[in-house]
């Protein structure tokens, strides 16, 4: 079957890191369409997803609805813009299917975090490889939208 997603939480983690993380964590349920967040909002929770699925999208000049950048499903983090100040999302959030999630208030986690350092390395590490994985994607979406399309061979 492959090895796991290193942008999943079973793959990032250790057990012990990931039973420190899980006992802030609360059940919250989205309907499809709902909006977790907003560009531009402040970010002060996160979710890792349970079931279903999200999109991860972004404003984009000259179009009516925020472009999609990348699907998140079961196993990983929704949200990184908590763990950087200003605390304001960078990106959109939209369920697309029924979706199920572990919610976590940011500051608790940002506080332990501060509290353990060996796993706020470990946790910091994984959102740090999402950050570069997500960049990467963002980049490509980009490129996809605004490249010229034309045969012309011109860059």
Do not use: K
Not at 65 to 75: N, T
Not at 94 to 109: G, I, K, L
Request: proline share 8%.
């Amino acid at each position: 079957m492959g090895t796991p997603s290193p942008t999943r939480i079973a793959a990032a983690l250790s057990p012990a890191h990931r039973e420190r993380l899980m006992s802030l964590a609360r059940e919250v349920n989205f309907p499809v369409g709902a909006r977790l967040f907003d560009e531009g909002a402040p970010a002060e929770r996160f979710w890792i997803v349970r079931s279903g699925t999200v999109a991860l999208d972004m404003v984009v000049p000259y179009r009516r609805r925020p472009v999609a950048i990348e699907s998140l499903g079961p196993g990983e983090l929704v949200g990184w813009s908590w763990l950087f100040p200003p605390y304001v999302w960078q990106l959109g959030c939209e369920a697309m299917t029924p979706v199920r999630t572990h919610e976590f208030d940011a500051r608790a986690v940002r506080m332990l975090m501060d509290a353990d350092l060996a796993f706020g390395a470990s946790f910091g590490h994984w959102v740090g490889r999402i950050l570069a994985h997500r960049l990467q994607t963002a980049r490509i979406r980009m490129i996809d939208l605004y490249a010229p399309h034309s045969g012309s061979g011109v860059l």
